[in-house]
């Protein structure tokens, strides 16, 4: 099947830096990508829907100005994280979808922020 | 408002037994319906179900749509400690100026013992 992946699975950073999580779609191209954030023992959240070529569409409650998303091309898209603080921990998971509307997710990345 | 309500939100069952998993919409413009399962890290792909009354099934797993009574169920047979994961639904439902949305359910955590 498809294959998402995501880079880096894990990263540790300090308090106010910035971090940046790709996410690329390896052997299809993905005219939307979404970002997840999964909180322990709880469900994953949408956090913002990313087409290609255009501004990201938020959810509610989600600041766009902390994460800036960046989908430049079918095959690839970024979530920075800004100034990231340590309840920005979490871990974030991508998914991209085809055309029939199938998603694959990608493996995650866990942000700690110290 | 749309929303994907899973029942129940945990279940606990022995090896063996047969579970079956709910899941009910209300939206505004459905397209599909999406089962998931969520262990460790990014949720796993199951079914995609769009038309009502034909059973998908992959091993023990299967999975049916009722576009009339708004819901759809999961089915595990002769469960296996393997099958301890959190079960998503979604409803892919695109607003009017979107061309793509998904709505979460909360999960049901399935606990499976020996």
């Known amino acids: 099947g498809a294959v998402v992946s995501q880079h880096p699975s894990r990263v540790i950073c300090k308090s106010g830096t910035s971090v940046k999580i790709e996410c690329r779609s390896l052997?299809?191209?993905?005219?939307?990508m979404f970002w997840y954030r999964q909180f322990p023992k709880q469900s994953l959240m949408l956090m913002a829907t990313?087409?290609?070529?255009?501004?990201?569409?938020?959810e509610q409650g989600v600041e766009k100005d902390k994460f800036l998303i960046n989908h430049a091309s079918l095959t690839l898209s970024t979530l920075t994280v800004t100034s990231a603080h340590p309840e920005d921990s979490s871990f974030y998971i991508c998914?991209?979808?085809?055309?029939?509307?199938?998603?694959?997710f990608g493996e995650g990345s866990r942000l700690t922020v110290l | 408002e749309d929303k994907v309500v899973q029942s129940p939100l945990s279940l606990v069952v022995h090896e063996g037994d047969t579970v079956t998993l709910n899941c009910s919409y209300e939206?505004?413009?459905?397209?599909?319906l999406l089962w998931y399962k969520q262990e460790k890290k990014a949720p796993t792909f199951l079914f995609m179900l769009?038309?009502s009354g034909i059973e998908k099934k992959s091993g023990r797993l299967s999975s049916i749509l009722d576009k009339k009574e708004l819901f759809s169920i999961l089915n595990i047979t002769a469960t296996q400690t393997g099958d301890s994961a959190i079960y998503l639904c979604?409803?892919?439902?695109?607003?009017?100026?979107?061309?793509?949305?998904?709505?979460w359910g909360a999960g049901t955590k399935l606990i499976i013992k020996p």
């Open positions: 939206v505004t413009n459905f397209r599909s």
């Open positions: 769009t038309s």
């Open positions: 998914s991209a979808s085809v055309p029939a509307g199938e998603l694959f």
């Open positions: 990313s087409n290609e070529g255009s501004k990201a569409t938020y």
């Open positions: 979604a409803v892919e439902s695109p607003p009017l100026d979107s061309n793509y949305q998904l709505i």
């Open positions: 052997d299809f191209q993905a005219t939307t």
